[in-house]
């Protein structure tokens, strides 16, 4: 008797091209199930059908379930997956990257090694929020600050774009509701750019971990590229979504937040940031068929030789 867990797992020719995938999905108050390489979400009007290889993260809202099989197919799919909640969030991902290759993943951590590198990367990032201001030079706290009154002005500028008045920027952890409407917006934003960030560093097999501005954290690349399209993307959706009043917030904010994130086509700009902050150039020695998975093992000089073999001078049989 076959059953869904004994289907082969979908190659990466098979698979939707991250950049070309739906940014996210949100659910609430459904159970989330299998069919076939598609999700379901059934509620009370009845079942959804979701192919599950074309979304980018899956942010599950207050009210949903999900089932086991439904977690294998998002993982083997490359999907993240993210449970947010009306009162702060709860960040649990999965799901394998969309590449078999370890060759991103492997030029991130060579850059994070080195201070001096690591440094490097941090004002590719900057010179991508500053184009006309060349951060090469300056210190990491001249960075910080340069980004400081970057978002601050941009808060200033969107207020005064849309209406909407603002003071400051307040975040109760664990306490959504506390901060005022235009806060509440701007945490939903980020509480979205902060899932898609991630799928897309899962899907390319980098670290979420191995960060160049933030540090410490489990997820500091996340942050590092979601920040990125702070002031372009997260906070203007998040002011216009405000400044048409108090109720559902949260809800209108995805709403523009989605539309910005397809008008921009992000997806694809998120991929090509991070192979360029990382200076990645793929090597014709690394460079395998798609849909292949290649492993090697490691042996002197850094000579990778074949694996699933006993390389022993004499067989063990």
């Known amino acids: 008797m076959t059953t869904i867990s004994r289907r082969t797992t979908s190659t990466p020719r098979e698979l939707t091209r991250v950049g070309d995938r739906i940014s996210f999905v949100y659910l609430e108050r459904c159970t989330v199930h299998r069919d076939d390489n598609a ?17 980018g993260t899956l942010l599950l809202g207050p009210g949903t379930r999900i089932t086991h099989q439904a977690m294998s197919v998002l993982g083997e799919c490359g999907a993240g997956v993210a449970w947010v909640g009306e009162h702060g969030v709860r960040f649990y991902a999965a799901g394998r990257a969309l590449t078999r290759s370890s060759a991103l993943a492997e030029a991130q951590a060579t850059a994070w090694a080195n201070r001096r590198t690591r440094l490097e990367v941090a004002r590719a990032m900057y010179r991508l929020r500053f184009p006309d201001d060349d951060p090469a030079g300056r210190t ?89 399209y702070k002031t372009d993307i997260a906070i203007p959706a998040a002011f216009e979504a405000a400044a048409h009043g108090s109720d559902d917030v949260a809800t209108r904010t995805r709403r523009a937040l989605r539309d910005r994130i397809n008008s921009t086509a992000l997806l694809d700009r998120c991929v090509r940031d991070i192979k360029h902050v990382l200076n990645y150039e793929e090597r014709s020695s690394t460079r395998a068929e798609p849909d292949a998975d290649r492993m090697t093992v490691q042996t002197d000089g850094d000579v990778h030789i074949d694996s699933g073999r006993n390389h022993g001078e004499e067989p063990l049989w």
């Open 140 to 228: 990491r706290q001249e960075l910080l600050n340069m980004e400081g009154r970057r978002v601050k002005e941009c808060y200033r500028r969107e207020s005064a774009r849309t209406g909407v008045p603002w003071r400051r920027r307040e975040y109760h952890h664990g306490d959504f509701s506390a901060g005022d409407v235009p806060n509440q917006a701007v945490t939903a934003a980020a509480q979205c750019m902060y899932g898609i960030a991630h799928a897309v560093v899962t899907a390319l097999g980098c670290s979420p971990a191995l960060g160049f501005v933030h540090s410490g954290h489990e997820r500091s690349f996340v942050l590092d590229i979601a920040d990125l």
């Open 39 to 55: 999700i379901t979400a059934t509620d009370t009007d009845g079942v959804t059908h979701i192919p599950a290889a074309t979304i």
